[in-house]
């Protein structure tokens, strides 16, 4: 069964970072892409960046040039990278990979558990 688990994310100042982490596990047999979305109080979740297993990057607007989103493929991790955090940063930020277990033939979506990151002012 494959699975995604978070860790990181916490309470954290304004100005500050955080490197919240995704390690996939399981019988995989590729990943495709992995990636970081966020929802916030109220609102629809939204994409925060996705990388493809090339290592190409995409990034949602506001996020450009704060975050960074990175992956090991020997680890099956993704990290992300949140510099000059915001107080409107603060969300429910979750871990999603495209996976081609053992026994499937096409990726399957998954989701890590999600971590709240709360920024104060």
């Known amino acids: 069964q494959v699975q995604l688990v978070q860790s990181g994310g916490g309470l954290v100042q304004a100005g500050g970072s955080l490197r919240p982490s995704c390690v996939a596990s399981?019988?995989?047999?590729?990943?495709?892409?992995m990636g970081w979305y966020r929802q916030a109080p109220g609102k629809q979740r939204e994409l925060v960046a996705i990388i493809a297993s090339s290592g190409s990057t995409n990034y949602a607007d506001s996020m450009k040039g704060r975050f960074t989103i990175s992956r090991d493929n020997a680890k099956n991790t993704v990290y992300l990278q949140m510099s000059d955090l915001k107080p409107e940063d603060t969300a429910v930020y979750s871990c999603?990979?495209?996976?081609?277990?053992?026994?499937?033939?096409?990726?399957?979506?998954?989701w890590g558990q999600g971590t709240l990151v709360t920024v104060s002012s």
């Open positions: 999603n990979a495209h996976i081609r277990t053992m026994t499937s033939v096409f990726d399957m979506e998954y």
């Open positions: 399981g019988s995989m047999f590729s990943i495709s892409a």
